[in-house]
């Protein structure tokens, strides 16, 4: 899920079948005021269904799966460009929209210039590509697993170069721009500020220091107090802009955390399951999408 350019649609991709409908592949573009379905079409034929990527700049999607990957317009589907038919598990747009940037294979990462359908293959690692993310202009960052651990990098698709690594211990990852990002832990149920410095919620004190694997661990302070609404799986997490807030999908409902201070700043209670969260900073809009189906678009004036 994730806003369109200008805010006014939300995309939405469904994965599930409804009853004795099929919906895999289908993706409905929903008007924000209303949160009725302004258009939908299917991707299910191409097999261009798996996951979307939405233009930063401007009004068109791309799809991709098994089948390759399609650049359409966000509103009537139709397509621009294509890739020949080979399989993509992530993607994501550059800053100015003028490339996108495709894993395939979980190894093989390609760079599709989206207005005239060039394909160059660029970097090949040996682990499985989890996300990627842009940080700044011509500035990217893959993170990826394998059986002993997970790994980190920054890069650039010029020169390929490995910026920096990090904790093995972490899972997904956010941007709100420049250089503050956030790592999700999927094994010690912990968000991480990195911005050469590490901090870890509820652990005051606790730091990374370089260890002999050469991945790093984390050094928590020999008494610390871990308070309620740091317990259960968090998941989903998404920056609120360039504030350095973080709204976090936790048992305890949704999670307002700032960065800058390892404050929690509300807990805003959900009736049902929070699957994906979505936030547009020109609106100041968060949208989340619960297991139940139903979509929340609510405005955001949390302040510190």
Same mark, same amino acid.
């Given at each position: 899920?994730?806003?369109?350019?200008?805010?006014?649609?939300?995309?939405?991709?469904?994965?599930?079948?409804?009853?004795?409908?099929?919906?895999?592949?289908?993706?409905?573009?929903?008007?924000?005021?209303?949160?009725?379905?302004?258009?939908?079409?299917?991707?299910?034929?191409?097999?261009?269904?798996?996951?979307?990527?939405?233009?930063?700049?401007?009004?068109?999607?791309?799809?991709?799966?098994?089948?390759?990957?399609?650049?359409?317009?966000?509103?009537?589907?139709?397509?621009?460009?294509?890739?020949?038919?080979?399989?993509?598990?992530?993607?994501?747009?550059?800053?100015?929209?003028? +490339?996108?940037?495709?894993?395939?294979?979980?190894?093989?990462?390609?760079?599709?210039?989206?207005?005239?359908?060039?394909?160059?293959?660029?970097?090949?690692?040996?682990?499985?590509?989890?996300?990627?993310?842009?940080?700044?202009?011509?500035?990217?960052?893959?993170?990826?697993?394998?059986?002993?651990?997970?790994?980190?990098?920054?890069?650039?698709?010029?020169? +390929?170069?490995?910026?920096?690594?990090?904790?093995?211990?972490?899972?997904?990852?956010?941007?709100?721009?420049?250089?503050?990002?956030?790592?999700?832990?999927?094994?010690?149920?912990k968000i991480c500020a990195v911005?050469?410095?590490?901090?870890?919620?509820?652990?005051?004190?606790?730091?990374?220091?370089?260890?002999?694997?050469?991945?790093?661990?984390?050094?928590?302070?020999?008494?610390?107090?871990?308070?309620?609404?740091?317990?259960?799986?968090?998941?989903?997490?998404?920056?609120?802009?360039?504030?350095?807030?973080?709204?976090? +999908?936790?048992?305890?409902?949704?999670?307002?955390?700032?960065?800058?201070?390892?404050?929690?700043?509300?807990?805003?209670?959900?009736?049902?399951l929070r699957m994906m969260l979505?936030?547009?900073?020109?609106? +100041?809009?968060?949208?989340?999408?619960?297991?139940?189906?139903?979509?929340?678009?609510?405005?955001?004036?949390?302040?510190?």
């Amino acid at each position: 899920m994730n806003f369109t350019a200008d805010g006014n649609h939300l995309v939405v991709e469904s994965m599930d079948s409804v009853g004795q409908t099929p919906s895999i592949g289908m993706i409905y573009l929903l008007d924000v005021s209303t949160l009725e379905i302004a258009t939908s079409y299917s991707t299910q034929d191409d097999l261009l269904y798996g996951g979307f990527a939405v233009d930063p700049m401007g009004s068109r999607i791309a799809t991709f799966g098994c089948g390759g990957a399609v650049i359409r317009d966000v509103r009537s589907g139709e397509p621009y460009v294509a890739t020949e038919r080979m399989g993509f598990d992530h993607a994501c747009y550059s800053p100015d929209g003028k +490339k996108l940037i495709l894993s395939r294979d979980g190894n093989s990462l390609f760079t599709l210039d989206t207005l005239t359908g060039s394909l160059m293959e660029g970097i090949e690692h040996d682990l499985l590509t989890t996300s990627i993310c842009p940080v700044a202009d011509d500035v990217y960052l893959i993170t990826a697993v394998d059986q002993g651990g997970a790994g980190m990098w920054f890069f650039t698709l010029d020169d +390929k170069g490995i910026m920096r690594d990090a904790p093995e211990d972490f899972g997904q990852v956010v941007f709100p721009g420049d250089s503050l990002f956030a790592t999700f832990s999927t094994y010690t149920q912990k968000i991480c500020a990195v911005d050469n410095l590490i901090n870890i919620f509820s652990y005051p004190g606790a730091h990374w220091q370089a260890s002999f694997n050469s991945r790093g661990e984390f050094v928590y302070p020999e008494e610390h107090v871990e308070p309620r609404w740091c317990e259960g799986y968090w998941s989903n997490p998404v920056f609120l802009g360039e504030s350095g807030i973080l709204a976090v +999908k936790s048992p305890h409902g949704l999670l307002f955390l700032d960065l800058n201070s390892n404050q929690l700043l509300d807990i805003q209670e959900e009736q049902s399951l929070r699957m994906m969260l979505a936030y547009h900073d020109g609106n +100041k809009l968060l949208a989340s999408v619960g297991s139940d189906g139903k979509c929340i678009v609510r405005q955001i004036s949390i302040t510190r």
